[in-house]
């Protein structure tokens, strides 16, 4: 009687302890996927900023670059954020 309970007392834990990783595996994964949102954010508000600067100097071709090269630093934080929550979420 007493090796049963043992046995269904650690199989308790070790399936807690398999769904508590599982979560944070989740969790990480989700926080990973927002700081690469964030990071496009920024890196997309830069190149808008950019833009109107060379704007504002009237040159339109560099600000049409510094508006590109926002959206395309934008798309590679992503892209980043979203490998690194995959990479999270297969721990």
Same mark, same amino acid.
């Given at each position: #009687?007493?090796?049963?309970? &043992?046995?269904?007392?650690? *199989? &308790?834990?070790?399936? %807690? ?16 996927? #927002?700081? =690469?949102?964030?990071?496009?954010? %920024?890196?997309? *508000? ?16 560099? *600000?049409?670059?510094? /508006? ?7 798309? %590679?934080? /992503?892209?980043? =954020? ?10």
């Amino acid at each position: #009687m007493k090796n049963q309970t &043992c046995q269904i007392l650690v *199989a &308790c834990i070790a399936a %807690t302890g398999i769904a508590a990783s599982s979560f944070a595996g989740e969790t990480t994964a989700t926080m990973e996927k #927002m700081k =690469g949102e964030a990071k496009a954010l %920024t890196e997309e *508000a830069k190149g808008q900023v950019k833009g109107a600067v060379e704007d504002a100097k009237g040159n339109k071709m560099s *600000a049409d670059v510094e /508006r590109a090269k926002g959206k395309a630093k934008a798309e %590679t934080e /992503r892209a980043k =954020g979203e490998v690194k929550a995959l990479k999270e979420k297969a721990k």
